[in-house]
């Protein structure tokens, strides 16, 4: 399973805010199947099979135009280990654990 970062921007929408943009991403990510997904303050990380997380980084690019958008800019991370099974949640409970190995903070 892969998991990608995902920020779209709209750009020249008359204002600075971007909430209702996301907020609008995230009702379209609801409608995806075969992908989960979460929500961060400054982009939403996607998890599932790559074909999927693309096909779900299409919908949600031109969502932002059917938004009302007339210029999109999207930015995609993907991690896509093969060797074995991840997810954003084991990632983040093996740097706790070595955190906690070595007397740091969690």
């Known amino acids: ?6 920020t ?3 750009i020249g929408t008359g204002t ?6 996301v907020a609008e ?3 379209k990510l609801e409608t995806l199947e075969g992908v989960e997904y979460e929500l961060t303050s ?5 998890e599932g ?7 779900a980084v299409k919908a949600l690019h031109e969502h932002t135009f059917e938004s ?3 210029r999109v800019s999207t930015s995609i991370k993907i991690d896509d280990r093969r060797d074995k099974a991840g997810s954003s949640v084991q990632k983040l409970a093996s740097v ?3 955190l906690a190995e070595h007397g740091g903070t969690e």
Do not use: F, N, W
């Open 16 to 21: 600075t805010s971007l909430s209702g943009y």
């Open 25 to 27: 991403m995230q009702r």
């Open 1 to 6: 399973m892969a998991i990608a970062e995902v």
């Open 42 to 46: 400054m982009s939403t990380i996607i």
């Open 96 to 98: 706790h654990a070595k």
């Open 8 to 10: 779209i921007i709209p």
């Open 68 to 70: 009302g958008a007339q």
């Open 49 to 55: 099979p790559l074909d999927r997380i693309l096909e």
